[in-house]
């Protein structure tokens, strides 16, 4: 017992005086592994410091964990290797301590415990500390091993004395797993709040082991790049999640790679691959692996596990290496689709929409926009107007006055029935080259994404989804540097009007009906409510984008002298 309380004693003194208050052992390596400017991040701590609410925090708690790591580890192994070198005795007396003993002590951010620095002791670092997502990373040899759902990482047989010593101390407890130094499990998916979405997902297994049989392990497939694994299950189907859920984050996690990095996809769907081909292809040169579908075992140097998150739609520059941001994205989609669309669209079709962008308009509908004789000595270019046309619920009843009246104050229309389908590419196309876009709330909003900073997007904000759309798309779309007009419509436009007293509160008061639940916002806000727009009302908003994209396009305004425009947003 003596022996026992004095082992105990000096053993978590060891770990205590040794080892720095960390959040987790980390090489510089891994900082970038996480796409974190490092530099910048540290200058920036203390000012964007913010609860842990989201995965920022994780890219801070991962910075200080490095820097602490990089001041503390002469003293350590200093420590260590006198302490060691001194204690032998300790090999038979470490068998009652848990093998999952906390080797390191967390301060200000609360780390999965037993982390080290990766690329020398080849364990795994997790951070945990986001409310939409984790993040692991595994340096070293990674090896991955489908049918049990598990990526490995193997020791080699040069070990720093800290994991001999550890491995000693293991073998002692023998403990049915043997082989396993760590193990971590992970739903690489970035909902991590949504636990009825999470429980779908797919879980990995992240196991360290020992090397000890080189043929328990061969490699079918060897790379000499990272990979990246994350899901496509979940809410993939439809557009908003595919964007918000996975490619923004996957943007976010891995452009840092510049292309020299293999996804790994759990829940792999063929028709994804197909469908974001051109983006897929812009981020990683190499074909993404079908992590259930391939049975072979594939060898990286690194992995990273899971996708970062930073907000709805958009990207923060804080967080990111070189300080990207949206805008910096919505450029990354030029690069993608442009050399599609220049490739597809016939020479016949591109003539017939030159004519139009070129072709005369005489407002007629009372505009307060007055056109000069020098003007009209020259042809003045058409704004153009796209309308997202939903079927089902949160129709547009009334859509054909809208594409007559948006036509008589001088608009060129086009209507958009996108469908899940619809090649993106074409759609692309299509707003890249459009001033004014008009859609009701709905996933298919999502398509401002490939608006030009400076157009014009108006969104029909049904009764009761004033917090969605704002976070969604409202936020996002200023976010981008469009001009965002967000029209609520008022109770006589809802179909609701024709279900419900007009005193009710759910034409009267949404707010209280909202806050009982989502459950309540989707059944009668999302589900069950169409809209007919009051055109006097609404005429007021498209007027005002009508100005303003005209006299952007005909030279009149610049970029920067649009604020006053939209003080009605």
Known sequence: MFLFLFSFFLFGSVLLFSLPSLDGFLSWDSADAFGVDSKGARENHNANARPCSSMSNGAYSLLNCIEKWQTEEKRREKILDKTLNKMSFLETAFVVVPWNYSLCVSTRYKMVENQSKLSELRTICCDRSGFRS????????VRTHSPSSSVFLYHSKQQSKFIDFISIVHRAAKRHDDEELQHEKIRPYTRKWENPIMDKIDKLDLIVKKDTMVTNHRCDVRHDVPALFFSTGGYTGNLYHEFN?????LYITSQHFKKEVVFVILEYHNWW????ENILSRLSNYQPIDFAGDKRTHCFPEAVVGLKIHDDLTVDPSLMKGNKSILDFRHFLDRAYQPRIKGSIPDKEQGVQLKLNQSASVPTLGRSMKINKDDQKHRVKKPKLVILSRSGSRALVNEDCLVKMAEEMGFRVEVLRPKRTTELAKMYRLLNKSEVMVGVHGAALTHFLFLKPGSVLIQVIPLGTDSPAETCFGKPARELGLK????????????????????DPVLTNPKSVTTKGWQYTKEIYLDRQNVSLDMRRFHK?????????????????????????????
């Not at 859920?245 to 984050?249: A, E, H, N, Q």
């Not at 419509?489 to 005193?503: A, C, G, Q, V």
């Not at 908003?541 to 947003?569: E, H, M, P, V």
Request: charged content about 25%.
């Open 134 to 141: 984790d993040v692991c990373i595994m340096k070293g040899d």
């Open 273 to 276: 691959i197909i469908k974001y």
């Open 484 to 503: 965002y007009i967000g029209y609520k419509i008022s109770p006589r436009e809802s179909s609701l009007n024709n279900e419900y007293h007009k005193d």
């Open 541 to 569: 908003r498209l007027l005002q984008a009508y100005d303003y994209s005209f006299k952007k396009i005909n030279g009149q305004i610049s970029y920067n002298q649009t604020t006053d425009l939209f003080k009605l947003c």
């Open 245 to 249: 859920d996975g490619i923004l984050p």
